[in-house]
């Protein structure tokens, strides 16, 4: 007998879920003889009908396929620290890898896994998600062959700072008026202080007879992007006024390293007053690659904390294949 | 049994999830016993439904090969009718972890209704 058409789809589509297992055709003879079988015991027939009722009995090809796959696990839960701590460690290298690559205007390679082109400022902002991903897709990688193995390999557990527990724990502190007040004052004389000199780096605190550390030029620049950063701080902390979510500490961020990129991506050359005979621009943006690193750490903070709550609200929904037949 | 432990586990409580946990090592032990004599899925689906107890087909065959694996039961195809059949049989040792699991499974029983009893006189 020609098998059915749709026994034929139905076999195929768990196929393909139940990937390459050597197990695989051993399964699906097994389905399809069970189809066939009960086709034949319940219905008068065996046709396209009587299949078609008896293949969405048995459920969809991937709930089918998944309880096949119950045992098999990509990544061990064991190893799921061991995910994220590794990629925490590899990607705070590559970090520093970009933004020496990006500081020195070269190219760098650590072979055989990452390159870093010799990239601009701007450049650089795009680089850092897509170097993250990589990252955890290397570690993932590794880790999937780790537990295909089989084998009670014990990883190392390298101690960490940055523990992703605690960014997942992180508490979100209602703001406080008087903070708000002083970071205003601050900021209301920064301002004054910038109209009055043209500039917010000195190179002596002497109010009557300010010396400004840079060229005019750099001090435009560094000035305008310092109160720029500052300005998103107290505008973001003021919205938390209003609202607590993460999004605002993630917008935030990203408007700061937007600043940032801007900056460093302004050519000031000879920025120092009393060195203008030297081109210590390499100085100045190394100063703000810092900055850049810690408000990036910030950055990815609020990226996990919003994937994590994202994820928790998905894997709390009801579960679906419960069927109330008993 | 007490109106507190109807109200937790009565039909109208979506036990879902809970289900899936308790009834996975229930089917294991249940399978072992169908299987005194040889039998094929469809057989065993057949039985259980006429002792009004739906065996899921998508979820007896995965734990088929999964006993299998673990050397409780034997399996092997039947072509001397039209239709191919997958005669499953348990093995010696399959017997012995049936003997254990039922022993078991009759000692938390044991423990549960004793636990039940000294609820309902609190």
Known sequence: MQMSKRLETYLEEISRYLGTGQEKQEILTEIKSHILEKAGQEYAEVTEESIEHVVEAYGSPRQVAEKYLEDSQIIAPALKGHLLRYTTILFAFHLGLIALSSILKTSMAVLPFLYIPEIDSFQTLFTIPMAFFFDLGLVG??????????????????????????????????????????????????????????????????FQNPRSLLTPDASTWYSLGLLGLLGI????????????????????????????????????????LDFTYLDLQIVANAVIAVVAVFISVDFLKSLVILGTKALKEKSSTPYEGFKKER | MNDKTEEVIGMETDIGP??????????????????????????????????????????????????????LIESKWDITEDRPRKFYTITKNGRKVRAGLLKMWQQQNAIMNRLLKENANV
């Open chain 1, 141 to 206: 990688f590794i880790l999937y062959f780790v537990t295909q193995s089989r084998k009670d390999i014990r990883l190392p557990w390298p101690k960490l700072t940055l523990d992703w527990q605690k960014i997942r724990e992180r508490k979100r502190s209602k703001p406080k008026l008087f903070l708000l007040f002083l970071m205003l004052l601050g900021y209301g004389f920064l301002i004054w202080l910038y109209w009055r000199s043209g500039t917010l780096f000195f190179k002596t605190i002497d």
């Open chain 1, 233 to 272: 701080g107290i505008a973001a902390y003021t919205i938390k006024f209003f609202s607590l979510s993460e999004w605002v500490d993630l917008l935030r961020s990203a408007c700061q390293l937007a600043i940032l990129g801007i900056v460093i991506n302004r050519p000031i050359p000879n920025p120092f």
């Open chain 2, 18 to 71: 809970f289900e899936t946990e308790m009834n996975r090592g229930f089917l294991q032990v249940l399978v072992l016993v169908l299987l005194e004599k040889d039998m094929y899925g469809y057989a065993m689906v057949k039985v259980m439904e006429g002792k009004k107890y739906a065996l899921e087909e998508n979820t007896l065959y995965p734990l088929l090969r999964r006993l299998e694996k673990k050397g």
